[in-house]
């Protein structure tokens, strides 16, 4: 297939590239640079002269204090730039397929949200991706929507900048010998690799809709932190944070564990529990860092 990846140089964006490629699929990956979503003429000129199958959106303006800062961008991004997308892929008869997120979800169910569960977000990131949600569903028939949750993978996530929490727990430990985590945020933390190769799977399918997809199960970010430590057989002393030491500035959701309950009923769920995909993650990391050091 003929596939274009919006956000290609993304966190999950740049695993999508490689998904779709080592599927054997032409792949067309567009940077911000080469195509502003926000922009309804930007978006008509970069997708018609590639003329793709199917089109995967994961750019967004997802930095949860920014987008309180400034609702009006995060809408323009978010939400109108869903609509221009949804409208070019309809036009050209291209599947979209448009990467949303947990936060749509307010956290007081306390068990994991299904699709049909009702959404009520939060703060304005969580607005601005259901508001473009609701575009992408009302405007093309032929679209997927993939809400995911906590992503980390090998590149950096450009929206956050730095390292990712894997990384960032890692460099911690090592620089300082005890970390404080929170212990009151209940998420799935999952792999772009993996997720890339649930998007790749989805594209090959014709049950277009709304689809949960995330690791299986879920921990705090305390416990997340905890799995890598062990994994890695990092010496540190770990601490529950209280929530007063990192005040969070923007409400979130508590608890916003998603059920890949439309993806297993269709038979295509590819994801294996968290842990096993954090694993991978760090096997792979051993290795790049390895042929690293004997190619120095
Ligand atoms: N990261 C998470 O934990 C998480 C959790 C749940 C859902 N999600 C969703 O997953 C998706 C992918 O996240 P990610 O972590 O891969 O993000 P990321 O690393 O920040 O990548 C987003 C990409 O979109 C590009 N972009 C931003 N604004 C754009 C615009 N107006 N037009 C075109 N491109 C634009 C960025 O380019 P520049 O950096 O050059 O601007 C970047 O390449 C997002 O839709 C996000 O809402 C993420």
């Known amino acids: 297939m003929k596939i274009a990846v919006i956000g290609a140089n993304g966190q999950l964006g740049s695993d999508l590239v490689v998904a779709f490629s080592d599927n054997g699929d032409a792949v067309c990956g567009l940077s911000h640079a080469e195509i502003d979503i926000a922009d309804a003429q930007s978006v008509t000129r970069a997708l018609e002269g590639i003329r793709p199958e199917a089109i995967v959106n994961t750019a967004a303006m997802h930095h949860v204090e920014n ?145 949960h997809a995330t690791a299986e199960g879920s921990c705090s970010w305390y416990e997340f932190a905890r799995e890598i430590f062990a994994l890695t057989g990092t010496a540190v002393r770990l601490k529950v944070a209280s929530p007063d030491e990192f005040p969070a500035k923007v409400p979130r959701p508590k608890y916003s564990v998603l059920e890949n309950a439309a993806l297993k009923s269709r038979g295509l769920n590819v994801f294996k529990p968290w842990q096993d995909a954090l694993r991978t993650y760090l096997g792979d990391r051993v290795e790049v860092s390895s042929s690293q050091t004997a190619h120095t």
């Open 67 to 211: 987008c309180e800062r400034e609702p009006e961008k995060a809408l323009a991004v978010n939400a109108l730039g869903a609509r221009n997308l949804a409208m070019v892929a309809r036009d050209l008869g291209a599947v979209l397929m448009h990467v949303s997120t947990d936060y749509v979800f307010d956290g007081s169910k306390g068990s994991p949200y299904r699709e049909e569960d009702t959404p009520r977000p939060l703060n304005a990131y969580g607005i601005s991706k259901l508001a473009g949600e609701h575009f992408v569903r009302a405007t093309t028939p032929r679209h997927f929507v993939i809400r995911t949750s906590g992503l980390y993978g090998k590149s950096p996530c450009r929206a956050k900048g730095g390292l990712n929490f894997i990384e960032l727990m890692l460099k911690l430990a090592r620089e300082r010998g005890e970390v404080k985590v929170v212990d009151s945020e209940v998420v799935s933390p999952t792999s772009t690799a993996e997720l890339a190769l649930q998007i790749v799977r989805l594209s090959r399918s014709d049950s277009f809709g709304l689809y």
